[in-house]
């Protein structure tokens, strides 16, 4: 039987593969840890998450190549830089093919997928939350008019409870 402790005793990420630009190294790399990925793809979809407009695959790639570029490589970006000037500039220069290319195909692949399932989901999860809100509001009458029986204490509990779930965050 093997241990996982004794797996995890000796473990290490692959070493990031090294990039020339313009007479700088740039470090890429050829693994992103998991909670990263996470980070990348949530900072890349949370906009759309917040979106009332249609979906928009312009700045749906704008923000994931931009993201890829920070999570993978050792450039750092002032706060202040638009994603679509980083964009802009990592494309006219070369820069995000060159890192793009030294990323290994299957951990980039892997990442394009989640990225295109979190987005699919994502739309999926508004436009059913839309729908959700659209058929609320116009059965609304209706329910206001089956609350004007309704004991105020069995309300006034009710509301309670909406109160506490909602600080708590479960919804």
């Known amino acids: 039987m093997v241990k996982f402790s004794e797996i995890k ?5 692959p070493d990031a593969k090294i990039v ?17 990925k996470y980070g990348l793809l949530f ?14 695959p312009l700045v749906g790639e704008i923000l ?4 890829v570029v920070k ?50 989901y994502t739309l999926e999860f508004n436009g059913n939350l ?8 116009s059965d609304l009458p209706q329910i206001m008019h089956e609350f004007d029986d309704l004991d105020p204490e069995v309300l006034a509990r009710g509301q309670e409870m909406v109160k506490q779930l909602t600080e708590e965050k479960h919804i």
Not at 43 to 56: D, F, G, H, M, R
Not at 81 to 103: H, P, R, T, W
Not at 130 to 137: D, E, I, T, V
């Open 9 to 13: 005793e000796n473990f290490e990420y």
């Open 20 to 36: 020339e630009f313009k007479g700088k190294d740039i470090f890429v790399k050829q693994y992103l840890p998991t909670d990263e």
């Open 130 to 137: 839309a729908n959700g809100l659209q058929s609320l509001l």
């Open 64 to 67: 994931f190549d931009t993201e």
């Open 71 to 120: 999570y993978y490589s050792n450039i750092e970006f002032d706060e202040e830089e638009s994603s679509f000037k980083i964009f802009d500039i990592l494309q006219v220069e070369g820069l995000m093919d060159l890192i793009v290319k030294a990323i290994p195909i299957d951990e980039y692949e892997e990442l394009q997928r989640l990225h295109k399932e979190y987005i699919e």
């Open 43 to 56: 900072v890349s979809i949370a906009p759309l998450s917040l979106e009332t407009k249609p979906y928009n």
